[in-house]
C-alpha cells in the first residue's frame, strides 16, 4: 500500500502561519477594545466639559411669546410706528423663535367689562377677573399651543403684571424665563387711585415678587427722563415729543410727570422710561437691570 508521508517542513510553515494570524487577530481585537474605552472616556469627559453644556444649550430652541402691553397690538412689536421691524425681529436676529400673544387694539375695550364686576366698585379687582381674565387666558393658550420644550416670555408694560399672574395662575414647566420691560409691579401709595381697580395689588398678593421657584425672573428698567431735575440730563426726546404734540400731551417731559405721579404720587426727581418710574420696574428676587436711555414707546 501507498502512504502519502505529509511533508514536515509544509506542517511547520502552516503552523507558524496559524500562530502570526492568531496573534495579530488578538492585536486587533485589544487595540478595538482599547479604541472604545478610549472614546467612551473621552465621551464621559466631554459631558462634564462646560464646551458641551453651550454646544446642548445652542442646539435646543427656545421661543420667546410677547406678552403686549396694556393698548398695545401685535403691529407695535413687529412694525412699531411703521418702522421696518420691532421687537419680534430684534428677538429672532438673536436665534430665537418668536410667537405674540394674540391681542389687537380694540380687545383692550374688554377691560370695560370690569364695570360689571362687583369687586371693581371696591377696588378689589382680580387679575382673573372680567376686566383682565381675558388676556391671562390668551397668553396661557399661546403657551400650551408653543411646540418647543423651552418658553421665554418678554413682556412689556402691563404685560409684565399679566404675565405674572397668568404663569402664577397656571403654571407650565416649559416656560423658563420671564423678563419684563417696564412693567408696573407696585400698585400705588394708599390715597392714589389705582387705574386697574385692585387687580395689580392682588397679582402682587396672589404671585408676590419671583414667585414661581422654577422661573427666572428678569425685571428691566430705565431712567431715560427725570422730572424737574436740573442735575439729570434726560435722553434727546425731539422724535416722541413731536408724536406727543400731535396728540394733544405736550411732551416726553410733561407725559412722564403725569404718569409718574398716577402711578407714585409724585414725579420731582423721580426718574423712569417716560411712563413707568424705576421705582415700581422691578420684582423682588429678579435679575433688575437698570438702563439708562431707553423711554417707554
Known amino acids: 500500500q501507498n502512504h502519502s508521508v505529509e511533508n514536515p517542513s509544509r506542517s511547520l510553515k ?38 458641551s453644556q453651550t454646544i446642548a444649550l445652542s442646539s435646543q430652541k427656545i421661543t420667546a411669546i410677547i406678552c403686549p402691553g396694556f393698548g398695545n397690538a401685535v403691529v407695535d412689536y413687529v412694525n412699531p410706528l411703521g418702522a421696518p421691524d420691532g421687537l419680534k425681529a430684534a428677538l429672532e436676529r438673536r436665534g430665537l423663535a418668536v410667537q405674540i400673544v394674540p391681542i389687537q387694539r380694540y380687545d383692550w375695550i374688554r377691560v370695560a367689562g370690569g364695570l360689571f364686576d362687583i369687586k371693581f366698585w371696591q377696588n378689589q379687582q382680580l387679575p382673573t377677573g372680567l376686566a383682565y381674565g381675558w388676556y391671562l387666558k390668551r ?84 431712567s431715560a427722563i427725570t422730572v424737574e431735575n436740573s442735575d439729570q440730563k434726560n435722553v434727546d426726546t425731539k422724535n416722541v415729543d413731536e408724536i406727543y404734540q400731535k396728540r394733544g400731551e405736550g411732551s416726553a417731559e410733561n407725559v412722564a410727570k403725569i404718569n409718574y405721579e398716577s402711578l407714585i404720587g409724585k414725579s420731582d426727581g423721580v426718574s423712569g422710561d417716560g411712563v413707568i418710574p424705576v421705582e415700581v420696574a422691578h420684582l423682588d428676587g429678579a435679575k433688575q437691570i437698570f438702563l439708562e436711555n431707553p423711554f417707554y414707546k
Open 139 to 222: 397668553t396661557v393658550d399661546e403657551i400650551e399651543k408653543c411646540n418647543t420644550d423651552k418658553i421665554m416670555l418678554v413682556a412689556h408694560s402691563a404685560g409684565g403684571w399679566l404675565a405674572r399672574a397668568a404663569i402664577g395662575e397656571k403654571k407650565n414647566p416649559k416656560v423658563v424665563c420671564l423678563v419684563t420691560l417696564g412693567s408696573p409691579h407696585l400698585p400705588p401709595p394708599d390715597g392714589i387711585n389705582c387705574a386697574t381697580r385692585g387687580a395689580l395689588e392682588n397679582t402682587n398678593s396672589l404671585y408676590p415678587g419671583s414667585f414661581v421657584k422654577s422661573i427666572s425672573y428678569v425685571s428691566v428698567s430705565s
Open 14 to 51: 502552516v503552523l507558524a502561519i496559524n500562530v502570526v494570524f492568531n496573534e495579530w487577530n488578538r492585536s486587533i481585537l485589544q487595540i478595538i477594545i482599547l479604541s472604545m474605552k478610549a472614546l467612551l472616556w473621552a465621551l464621559i469627559a466631554l459631558s462634564f466639559h462646560p464646551l
